[in-house]
């Protein structure tokens, strides 16, 4: 497989050698189960061909894979991903196993999918590819900003399956211009975005741009905040591809059913090379500075951009996952219809925004108190629902008082300014000594995690 890049450097494949012929639209839509013994034994007998010839074995590490070398390879078929319907597709494979739905993907698009490799445990999907039989690419961000063990991983991964990934490179003029007017740790000061827009989110740009179709290594159990939604295949809600406009891509999120203990044992199982890092108590691994190990117990996404709201854990790569959640005093989401008050209960006040002044003034606080922001909407708040009303219930006459205060709508603003609000739900101990609220800093809502952050503070 010899690689060209177009003079914007977008990723593309010159090979012919696949056997990939791209489907008719027809085809396309009549997705026929895959039988996964049948799968198996494929790939099993492509191992042993594996064993003669190693795939994507081609091209050997070259100049032709530098962004510089202008060539530019024309499309042969021109086909929209948005003339099949990959919402009832998605409904297909809902329960189709990560081999299964690995082949459909590279059946369907031959070389013009690729998977996106992180580094991590979504070492997975190229051992998943590995298993088909079938040739796939595989594209790397190089952000200039990995742990050393990441890129020690991309050079074991390249030897294990014999191919060469495609890494992305940020443009040097933007990173420079970056670090000149903001230093080299500007994202822990104003955020994350500026600089993964240009480390990751514009080079990702790039490489789609040379792509009909992507595959991604989301897991709904990944970040209960963004990711928790996230279809198997779906029409790309934010990059375009080869052919350009909405609908020219196509992403797919093999293991987006699977829970990260299931990937792991399937690494374990298939003696897949993993990152050292997650020997050190990394989960979640992306760039060194802003990467950290959790503790047992603690979500995988505290490890990423910890000094942010967790609701805004997208680097970009997968900025289609946040909902609009802009409201106008009433209760709606992406077109939904109004939903009924949640937090009903005796044993939780009601707040309104005087009230929650009133709160704000450490001389008018006589206890301690506990108090969720919430919109009645917002799935998170909803999942809370039940630990927060048993919470209320076992601090019923403890001396905490325990209220909800609706803060989307117009009082959003008040209480993105006031009471530190970034996502929905945000929880908050107002002590009785202390005049600045504690806003809880995890994920974790269940009832004992709320209770030992209350009795820590109290
Ligand atoms: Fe920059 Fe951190 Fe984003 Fe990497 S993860 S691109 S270092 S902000």
Not at 283 to 290: D, K, L, M, R, T
Request: net charge neutral; charged share 25%.
């Amino acid at each position: 497989m010899a690689l060209a890049f177009t003079s914007s450097s977008a990723i593309h494949a010159s090979t012919s050698s696949s056997s990939y012929q791209q489907p008719k639209v027809s085809q396309l839509g009549t997705f026929q189960p895959l039988d996964r013994a049948q799968i198996l034994s494929t790939a099993l007998n492509s191992r042993r061909r594996l064993a003669m010839k190693p795939l994507n074995a081609e091209p050997k590490r070259n100049d032709s894979i530098v962004p510089s070398a202008a060539t530019i390879m024309a499309p042969e078929v021109i086909e929209k991903a948005d003339e099949e319907d990959f919402e009832k597709l998605a409904k297909e494979l809902q329960n189709a196993s990560p081999l299964e739905i690995m082949d459909k993907a590279l059946e369907k698009f031959g070389d013009d999918i690729a998977i996106a490799f992180s580094g991590a445990e979504d070492v997975a999907l190229i051992e998943y590819a590995h298993l088909t039989g079938r040739p796939f690419r595989v594209f790397s961000l190089d952000t200039g900003r990995l742990n050393p063990e990441t890129y020690q991983l991309f050079d074991t991964v390249e030897k294990h399956y014999g191919i060469r990934i495609e890494y992305m490179f940020p443009d040097s003029v933007e990173v420079q211009a970056l670090v000149r007017s903001k230093g080299l740790f500007s994202f822990y000061e104003d955020g994350h975005q500026e600089c993964c827009r240009v480390r990751k989110v514009r080079p990702l740009r790039r490489a789609l741009k040379g792509l009909r179709a992507w595959i991604t290594g989301q897991r709904k159990d990944q970040s209960p905040g963004t990711r928790s939604e996230i279809p198997v295949v779906q029409v790309d809600p934010s990059f375009e591809g080869l052919d350009g406009g909405a609908g020219s891509l196509v992403k797919w999120n093999p293991v987006a059913n699977v829970d990260g203990s299931d990937i792991w044992n399937f690494l374990r199982a298939m003696n897949v090379p993993v990152n050292s890092l997650h020997s050190q108590g990394y989960v979640s691994i992306g760039c060194e500075p802003c990467t950290r190990p959790v503790l047992p117990g603690q979500h995988e996404r505290e490890g990423r951009w910890w000094w942010e709201d967790a609701k805004a854990k997208e680097c970009g790569l997968h900025k289609g996952n946040i909902k609009d959640e802009s409201v106008n005093g009433t209760v709606q989401t992406n077109g939904t219809a109004t939903v009924a008050d949640i937090f009903d209960t005796k044993d939780i006040v009601t707040l309104s925004k005087p009230g929650v002044e009133n709160l704000l003034k450490l001389e008018d606080r006589r206890e301690p108190w506990l108090v969720v922001l919430y919109a009645p909407w917002c799935q998170f708040c909803q999942a809370m629902e039940g630990s927060y009303v048993e919470l209320a219930e076992k601090l019923a006459g403890s001396g905490v008082k325990v209220g909800k205060f609706r803060a989307d709508g117009e009082q959003k603003a008040f209480a993105q300014q006031e009471l530190q609000l970034g996502s929905f739900p945000t929880i908050l101990f107002f002590p009785k000594h202390t005049s600045k609220p504690i806003k809880y800093p995890s994920e974790k809502r269940d009832v004992d995690s709320l209770l030992a952050f209350v009795n820590a503070l109290r």
